[in-house]
T-cell receptor, first 114, second 114 residues
Framework: ETGVTQTPRHLVMGMTNKKSLKCEQH?????MYWYKQSAKKPLELMFV???????ENNSVPSRFSPECPNSSHLFLHLHTLQPEDSALYLC?????????????FGPGTRLTVL | GDSVTQMEGPVTLSEEAFLTINCTYT??????LFWYVQYPGEGLQLLLK?????DKGSNKGFEATYRKETTSFHLEKGSVQVSDSAVYFC?????????????FGKGTKLSVKP
């Protein structure tokens, strides 16, 4: 499946580094999402962009900074992360007009913070 | 509030066994219901969905029926294969049209032995 792509697939960074995760959707959707998946925890919604405007920010620490330059691209900028931020970060997209609210996910970026 | 409860795993089956993974939900209105599957090292893939009561979603031999009276959406497959080993997530989309409104269960890990 290549509808939603994410790069890099794996990332190891120190706590003082700055890095960015990239997501691109090729489905013509107009809403995009960042989720965090940690071991033993339910999937956590982090950010939502609908029609390129941020519509939800679920109390995510400011060391995570999203950016949505257009409806096809979504970034998650990372700086001064903590080891507990190590997780799988998933991007998803959907069509605002889709009454079923179906979201399509990318393969994820496995982040390890040392 | 709205929630999804699915049976805790792990579930271990022999190849060709019958699979049932229970999922019940709590929601106001008429949510869309989904099953997503996550294979090792990958992101979530939409497996099937149903958008109204008595709808049956099906894909790759998996089925689930939207039961309003029992608020359930149990996943079934008549004969599992080793390749079905994965984590399965039940989810609902809260009605109301807002983005970012998917609620996930905690996931059920399925292991199929040859």
């Amino acid at each position: 499946e290549t509808g939603v792509t994410q790069t890099p697939r794996h990332l190891v960074m120190g706590m003082t580094n700055k890095k960015s995760l990239k997501c691109e959707q090729h489905l013509g959707h107009n809403a995009m999402y960042w989720y965090k998946q940690s071991a033993k925890k339910p999937l956590e919604l982090m950010f939502v962009y609908s029609l390129e405007e941020r519509v939800e920010n679920n109390s995510v620490p400011s060391r995570f900074s999203p950016e949505c330059p257009n409806s096809s691209h979504l970034f998650l900028h990372l700086h001064t992360l903590q080891p507990e931020d190590s997780a799988l970060y998933l991007c998803a997209s959907s069509q605002v007009e889709d009454a079923s609210d179906t979201q399509y996910f990318g393969p994820g970026t496995r982040l390890t913070v040392l | 509030g709205d929630s999804v409860t699915q049976m805790e795993g792990p579930v271990t089956l022999s190849e060709e066994a019958f699979l049932t993974i229970n999922c019940t939900y709590t929601a106001t209105g008429y949510p869309s219901l989904f099953w997503y599957v996550q294979y090792p090292g990958e992101g979530l893939q939409l497996l099937l969905k149903a958008t109204k009561a008595d709808d049956k979603g099906s894909n790759k031999g998996f089925e689930a029926t939207y039961r309003k009276e029992t608020t359930s959406f149990h996943l079934e497959k008549g004969s599992v294969q080793v390749s079905d080993s994965a984590v399965y997530f039940c989810a609902l989309a809260r009605p109301g049209g807002s983005q970012g409104n998917l609620i996930f269960g905690k996931g059920t890990k399925l292991s199929v032995k040859p």
